[in-house]
């Protein structure tokens, strides 16, 4: 199926921001650009890492970004961008960065051979089992967003250094007695439905100092 493969970039820059291409997946895509291109092409995509994503414009928050293991899955009717990963940023993110060694190693690699009439050629239609493309994925595309800014957003709790605590025997009190679980800010509270026996979590606690005179 005739699609549009769009370069941003560096790559952009040096080879054209639009091509046409008769290509099935990302792989196929990759590895039809470096054949048309030269090997300059091959070399800039090896060196750097990349956004892969499917869809009609990079930027669209519905569009499918493309993970190192979904480079052979078809891509539906969708067309496929390529853009530089920006260095330096945060782990994580609506997109993930494909190391360029991976799409070369996909393009030329992980496809099998095929026999058509020019004789035997590398195979690039490789889908799932069952036909998925990216347009049965398209549904996942949300909760990728979502979990994309919750992990730019969110930092993550750092609980402290248990090694470094007094010991049980070291403890000057014991008012608090019985199984417990004691946990620092930043760890789950579970829900408890039902009865349960569970050790607790100590959310909130108190003492309350009084003088009590003994028996004469």
Known sequence: MMRTVYLYGPLAEEFGREFRLDVTTPVEAVRALTVNLGKKFGTMIRAGEWHVVAGDSFDEG??????????????????????????????GGIFQAVLGVAIMAAAFWLAPPVVGAAGPTMGMGTNLVGGFTYGNLAAFGGAMAFGGVAGMLTPTPQLGNYSARESAEERPSYLFTGPKNTTEQGGPVPVIIGKHQVGWTLVSSGITVEQIAEDA
């Open 62 to 91: 519905d569009d499918l970004g493309v993970s190192d293991e979904m480079l052979t899955f078809g891509l539906g009717r969708n067309d496929l961008h390529i853009a530089p990963a920006m260095r330096g940023s945060k782990g």
